[in-house]
């Protein structure tokens, strides 16, 4: 398991070396999830406290007993609603089983 909350910009581009916007295609392994901020091609939000939008949501989300799909949709759901539709995270699933952070 993968979990990246990066802004997915890059703000130092000097215009050399393939600066575009986001993160390169990932093709993930059997068995595996990866988790993004925010949609490729958008940016994530920092939010108003300690962490941004996506960690604080799922930090609350690791907290409830749920499978990690569920989690993972929750969270998604959750950033929507505080961004306003703005930032949608991202997940890359090859689960081969179900898996629970709290049970």
Excluded: H
Excluded at 12 to 35: N, V
Excluded at 62 to 73: G, I, P, S, T, Y
């Amino acid at each position: 398991m993968i979990i990246l909350d990066a802004c997915r910009s890059i703000p130092f581009s000097s215009g050399t070396r393939g600066a575009g916007e986001g993160l390169a295609e990932i093709k993930p392994p059997t068995g595996t999830i990866i988790a993004f901020a925010t949609s490729p091609g958008s940016v994530a939000f920092d939010g108003e406290g300690e962490n941004g939008v996506y960690t604080t949501e799922l930090v609350k989300q690791m907290n409830k007993a749920q499978r990690v799909e569920d989690l993972f949709m929750q969270t998604r759901l959750g950033v929507e609603k505080v961004t306003g539709g703005r930032q949608s995270p991202w997940e890359l699933v090859r689960l081969r089983g179900i898996f629970y952070f709290k049970k």
